[in-house]
Nanobody
Framework: VQLQASGGGLVQTGGSLRLSCAAS???????????MGWFRQSPGKEREFVAA????????YYAPSVKGRFTISRDNAKNMSYLQMNSLKVEDTAVYYC?????????????????WGQGTQVTVSS
């Protein structure tokens, strides 16, 4: 399966962005049974967990730094995952990656994910 992240851009502090992650692959291959996650990486820093959810969207997990501001969601019928980011801060500036879990559950551990998108740049200016 291949993942394509999009929706990044330049936004001012306090603004919002919605990232999208589209999955594609062999005929009939869907992500409806996979947990999904979003991670980010800033220059000079390791990739860090942002948000994750299980295959049904019933269980969602967030990093403390984004909880209350970001919302992860998915549309299994469209093979899409989303990350709504509100009240953005300068420290949210990073390349954001979507990922598909090896399991039905989401996880903050990067090793749990089998497929990764190419990343989309989010820049928050002060």
């Amino acid at each position: 399966v291949q993942l394509q992240a999009s929706g990044g851009g330049l936004v001012q502090t306090g603004g919002s962005l919605r990232l999208s992650c589209a999955a594609s692959g062999r005929s009939g291959r869907t992500l409806s049974n996979n947990g999904m996650g979003w991670f980010r990486q800033s220059p000079g820093k390791e990739r860090e967990f942002v948000a994750a959810m299980d295959w049904r969207g019933g269980s969602r997990y967030y990093a403390p730094s984004v909880k209350g501001r970001f919302t992860i969601s998915r549309d299994n019928a469209k093979n899409m995952s989303y990350l709504q980011m509100n009240s953005l801060k300068v420290e949210d500036t990073a390349v954001y990656y979507c990922a598909a879990s090896r399991y039905t559950s989401g996880s903050p551990q990067a090793v749990s994910y089998a497929a990764w998108g190419q990343g989309t740049q989010v820049t928050v200016s002060s």
